[in-house]
């Protein structure tokens, strides 16, 4: 059982930045890959980034690849996602989750656990 927790999220203007953090509980958590996924209203879930155990290997969606930068503390059980030059498009609830794989997957269903997920709002 592993049990996720996301934090940071809020009210930007287009071109600002966000830290969003997102703690875990549970014995895989240095031995499993972490994502961030986003959901805008009436749109489907949809890969941001992700990282492996070791935190060395690191994939990006297009959209946000050059702006934001995924990154993992193993000793304290934490996953971050640093979003820089937020733009409008970036709003969404943005979850985080693990997959117990350690392949660095794109797919919601490689996911097993996830967040409740914290609102990023980009306004223009």
């Known amino acids: 059982q592993v049990q996720l927790v996301e934090s940071g999220g809020g009210l930007v203007q287009a071109g600002g930045s966000l830290r969003l953090s997102c703690t875990a509980s549970?014995?895989?958590?240095?031995?499993?890959?972490m994502g961030w996924f986003r959901q805008a209203p009436g749109k489907e879930r949809e890969f941001v980034a992700a990282?492996?155990?070791?935190?060395?290997?690191?994939r990006y969606a297009d959209s946000v690849k050059g702006r934001f930068i995924i990154s993992r503390d193993n000793a304290k059980n934490m996953v971050y996602l640093q979003m820089n030059s937020l733009r409008p498009e970036d709003t969404a609830v943005y979850y985080c989750?693990?997959?117990?794989?350690?392949?660095?997957?794109?797919?919601?269903?490689?996911?097993?656990?996830w967040g409740q997920g914290t609102q990023v709002t980009v306004s223009s």
């Open positions: 989750a693990s997959d117990r794989t350690t392949l660095v997957q794109t797919d919601r269903a490689a996911y097993d656990y």
């Open positions: 549970g014995r895989t958590f240095s031995s499993s890959t």
């Open positions: 990282i492996n155990w070791s935190g060395r290997v690191a």
